[in-house]
């Protein structure tokens, strides 16, 4: 039934496509923190200060050299350009250096000043040309010789919505692994084309789910790193277990149903395991996260029923041609065509295993080494290439201000009862006194005189650790020993303080999540292997691989090792999101490889019962394949890493990481040597639990013989 799978499938295209362009919703990174102290700063500033409640802007105004922003022509040209910002759409104020605080917003040397633009909606809701419209606006500035640049959420938002050609880059190189590993155009388009039909289903689901939900920036981004590697991985293990079947003497029809009942199994159960791995993040409660988890499950999932109903559609449809078009001087090596590279490559490690499992484990050791030195914290402009307005915007800030101007924090105030403001004075004395803060801004008090807000400028800048302390310290001590008994109430929010309260979520729910997967892992793999030793082993082996990425992004974004090389100009914390959505994405991308190593050296187990004749043959058989794997999504991975977003550049450098970690040094040594070294007892299943287990063969059932032929008289 190709046909109507096929047809299927491309309907499905169409219409999921045709509805993400017409109804579709936009992106938005609504950080919600329920319980903590800056969500409820948030709603109450949402309750008593709607105005307060959209996107803002930071205009920042620079003097040429020798003069200042104060002269007559500099201030001239400021006031026309903030009074054209005023007039553009969705902009509800600006404060700015031509007001009555305009010694709050000019630096004591008179070269920079800065202004506040505030919005009547949120930075996602706000139309895709509002920095054009703000450059426009600010021409007169422009004009006059000042260097005028633009930061804030807004801009942020704008900047890092655009989407850079890194897919692009990542399947033009994996057309070409392809190539080489396939040898034919036709078995090469197979699973590109079948990763490029679901991720476009995937993405249209994600801007289907937007029109409903806060959907996050990070999730298109993430879903089609994650979905384009896996989709091309799922599909190679497919074809080439199919190719290796036709080259066996099968027709088509048995070779496709052997590669389905053997690495299509393998591939719905190492999938299964990432779509658990990732829904696993919702024990984080931050649904910002939730959501990123989910929408990558989605994405993920699509890849899994493409691979299992649409590639064995278009498999059919090839049928004797699969290697039709092939590639001059290219010829793939049969397992038929005698010992090649990788049979000896498992002989060399099953024969001296103890010396290439110590290797391993002490390379693995090495890399794991940093991890203990990670710190989680807040990314900010400052982070961003010095290309980017933003990032130049926040080092103007820097220079004429001080750092903490780039993250203030936001003290929402509930006064004791409307009108009584008696607490604000001392609450705002107390705040100017604590250690690390730079000053603090006037109060404001609502229009129903029931709340107010206290503006606080830290010494520091938004991702350092002192402006984390800042934030413990008012609200641990300063604010509770300065409102007393008045009945007041006071949070610490603004958006360091949701980042901070984020981090602080995460780190606290990480290792209940960690222990979550690796239970739920080992009871998958033990159903699938019928080993509780193969579960163990493969739950700790999947552990080292996440831990040595862990080790080499804290390596490259804290120590600085090669930052330069990926585009960062200085060290910077792990953001918050990254080592809960890396260790649930690698541990299940980990798996892929985990299955189909051991589904195959379980095969040989099965009808064989020899431990190592059963290593060194699973190893062989699958070490081509999986080395292919591994350089496309290592590619896909890696051609993230120019993009802008440094949390976007961790998780480039974490999964490609990971992933060549596990293909060499686990896959490849670690893993043989501990079963060869293990023997017999690798496949130790108690009695009572192998009655007890629900029984999965991943290695397929056994080829039934041909029926006789009964002559006919």
């Not at 290792?511 to 700790?540: C, E, G, K, M």
């Not at 062989?620 to 991975?637: D, K, Q, W, Y």
Request: glycine share 8%; with cysteine.
């Amino acid at each position: 039934r190709k046909g109507r799978f096929l047809c299927g499938w491309v309907a499905a295209v169409v219409v999921i496509g045709a509805l993400a362009v017409t109804v579709g919703g936009k992106t938005s990174d609504t950080i919600v923190v329920p319980g903590a102290q800056s969500q409820e700063a948030h709603d109450l500033l949402v309750e008593d200060f709607p105005s307060k409640a959209g996107g803002t802007a930071t205009i920042v105004f620079q003097a040429p050299n020798d003069s200042t922003v104060t002269s007559s022509s500099a201030s001239q040209a400021i006031d026309q350009s903030l009074s054209a910002v005023s007039r553009l759409p969705h902009v509800e104020s600006v404060t700015g250096p031509n007001g009555p605080f305009a010694a709050e917003f000019t630096s004591k040397d008179g070269t920079i000043a800065f202004a506040q633009v505030q919005y009547d909606e949120a930075s996602t809701d706000l139309p895709g040309d509002v920095l054009d419209k703000l450059e426009v606006a600010t021409g007169p500035a422009t004009t006059a010789g000042l260097n005028v640049q633009y930061g804030g959420p807004v801009v942020d938002y704008v900047n890092r919505a655009e989407v850079g050609p890194s897919d692009l880059i990542g399947l033009a190189v994996a057309v070409v692994i392809l190539l080489v590993a396939f040898g034919s155009v036709i078995a090469m388009g197979l699973p590109i084309g079948t990763a490029l039909v679901a991720l476009g289903c995937g993405l249209s689901g994600i801007v289907l789910l937007a029109a409903i939900t806060d959907v996050g920036t990070l999730s298109p981004t993430v879903g089609a790193m994650i979905g384009l590697g896996v989709g091309i991985d799922y599909a190679l293990f497919i074809v080439t277990r199919h190719r290796q079947n036709l080259a066996e003497g099968r027709s088509v029809e048995a070779s496709l149903g052997r590669a389905l009942a053997t690495a299509g199994q393998a591939v719905l159960f190492a999938g299964t395991t990432v779509i658990v791995a990732l829904l696993g993040l919702r024990i984080a409660d931050v649904p910002y996260i939730t959501m990123l988890a989910f929408t990558t499950a989605m994405v993920v999932a699509i890849t899994v029923a493409a691979a299992l109903t649409l590639l064995p559609a278009l498999i059919a449809l090839a049928g004797k041609r699969i290697d039709q078009w092939s590639i001059p001087h290219i010829r793939p090596r049969h397992a038929k065509e005698g010992p090649g590279f990788w049979v000896r490559w498992a002989d060399t490690v099953t024969g001296r295993p103890w010396l290439f499992g110590a290797l391993a484990l002490a390379v693995l050791l090495v890399l794991l080494a940093p991890v203990p030195s990670m710190r989680l914290g807040v990314t900010d402009d400052g982070d961003d290439p010095t290309s980017e307005t933003q990032r130049q915007a926040f080092d103007l800030m820097s220079e004429g201000f001080g750092p903490g101007y780039n993250g203030p924090l936001l003290v929402s105030v509930a006064l004791p009862s409307a009108g009584d403001d008696s607490v604000l004075q001392p609450l705002g004395q107390a705040i100017a006194s604590a250690p690390d803060v730079d000053h603090v801004l006037p109060a404001q008090v609502s229009s129903s005189k029931a709340a107010a807000i206290i503006t606080v400028i830290p010494d520091s800048a938004p991702d350092a650790e002192a402006t984390a302390n800042l934030v413990s310290t008012l609200r641990d001590t300063t604010i509770p020993e300065a409102l007393g008994s008045s009945g007041a109430k006071a949070y610490v929010g603004g958006l360091t303080a949701e980042y901070i309260d984020v981090s602080d979520r995460m780190s606290a729910r990480l290792p209940f999540f960690i222990a979550a997967v690796v239970l739920i892992a080992f009871v998958l793999l033990t159903v699938a292997f019928r080993s509780v030793v193969i579960a163990l082993t493969a739950a700790l082996m999947n552990l080292l691989s996440v831990g040595a990425s862990y080790g080499v992004v804290v390596a490259v974004f804290q120590y600085g090792w090669g930052k330069g090389v990926i585009g960062l100009d200085q060290t910077i914390p792990i953001s918050p999101f990254v080592p809960m959505m890396m260790f649930a994405a690698l541990f299940g991308l980990s798996m892929d490889y985990q299955v189909f190593l051991l589904s195959r050296i379980r095969e040989h187990w099965v009808a064989t019962h020899d431990n190592s004749a059963s290593v060194t043959e699973g190893l062989a058989s699958t070490a081509r394949v999986i080395g292919s794997a591994a350089l496309i999504m290592i590619s896909v991975f890696l051609s993230f890493v120019p993009n802008p977003n440094p949390v976007v550049k961790m998780f480039g450098i974490g999964l490609a990481t990971a992933v060549f970690v596990d293909a060499t040094l686990v896959r490849l040594l670690l893993v043989p040597s501990l079963m060869e070294i293990l023997g017999r007892a690798n496949w130790w299943l108690p009695r009572w639990l192998d009655r007890a287990l629900p029984r999965v063969e991943l290695e397929g059932q056994p080829d039934e013989p041909a029926p006789a032929t009964v002559p006919t008289s």
